[in-house]
């Protein structure tokens, strides 16, 4: 017998972090096929499907949904691009590493950009839209640009809230969202919220590889699109719409991921539905939250209504680097947990409990993260892990 390590890891990895999240056999099965001619019959219906079937997960009716073989972040120009003019005034707020990067793409743009302070713990706070937007009495303000879903804090901005507020100071300002975390695992509602552009990509609660990115859009922020003069080409939604209307794409598109995205719109509408699907991530990141607690951990969010059901940030005490630690879960269990980003690194990690998850996923992952506090030697209590089980089963 030899005692060389193993360089083969048994059994299934844990991919926690929130997002890209863990796809379903199912979707990889749906995407393991003969990429088809993208100018052809067979493309087109699949084309319509998906550009029909996912109109459903944004929960609107009215408005028209673009997508791209793009990330997130294109998803972020292309709402700019198409409806903004240069020098136009936005207001944004900073509520984390993901809304900061959005007001980067904005300021490429020569965007003037009105970024509300905030401290990366709680969500946008409507009373101050209310504010801003009630002294913006010529209406300079072209955009209010939130993320609802913060995936760097866990903190989840109320976007109906936002909206009440700007139409109750009757502002003209287009709404723009940015539910790359939140759409398929927090209640999202496009119509309702009158949000113009709502900006998500594939790889969370829609459960898909990285590599498709959305643009749902209202008819207020087509109109806008007519009169903005920021240049745009592979994000032009006027290039779109009359390739889209028969199926297709003005470009090559990625033709297997939306393969896995008709599967993906079949599980999430038809099957599931978004109402159990919320409910299951409610109950989730409450079982999550509740093992924190029992480990005697602090949450970033400090908000119970700014809770995001896709992510749960942690911070650890002082001296204890999130690094290390994560090193250490991932080689002992083949864990991995989301890094602190920008000014949380090296003492947040985060726990992504969205996409394609289960209880018994979860219990894996709160395991792995308790047997990983006391394998680094991180102060804590016992008990996290038995809380969340608790609150599970009862
Ligand atoms: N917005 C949010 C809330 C995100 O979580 C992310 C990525 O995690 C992005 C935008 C950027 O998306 P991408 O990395 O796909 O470009």
Redesign the pocket.
Known sequence: MSDQPSSYRPGRHFLQIP?PTNVPDRILRAMDRPTIDHRGPEFAALGLECLEGIKAVFQTTSGQVFIYPA???GG?EAAIVNTLSPGDHVLMFETGH?STLWRVVADRFGLVVDYVAGDWRHGIDPAVVERKLAADSGHAIKAVMC?H???STGVASRIGEVRAAMNKVGHPALLMV?A??SLASMDLRHDEWQIDVTVA?S?KGLMLP?GLSFNAVSAKALAASKQARLPRAFWSWDDMIPQNRNGFFPYTPATNLLYGLREAIQMIVREEGLPNIFRRHARHAEAARRAVRGWGLELVCLEPREYSNAVTAVLLPDGINEAAFRQVVLKEYDLSLGAGLSKLAGRVFRIGHLGSFNDLMLCGTLCGVEMGLAKFGVPHRKGGVAAALEYLSS
Request: glycine residues 18%; aromatic residues 12%; proline residues 6%.
């Open positions: 997002g990330s997130g972040t972020w993901f993320v879903s913060e995936t940015d790359v975390s990509g790889q990285p």
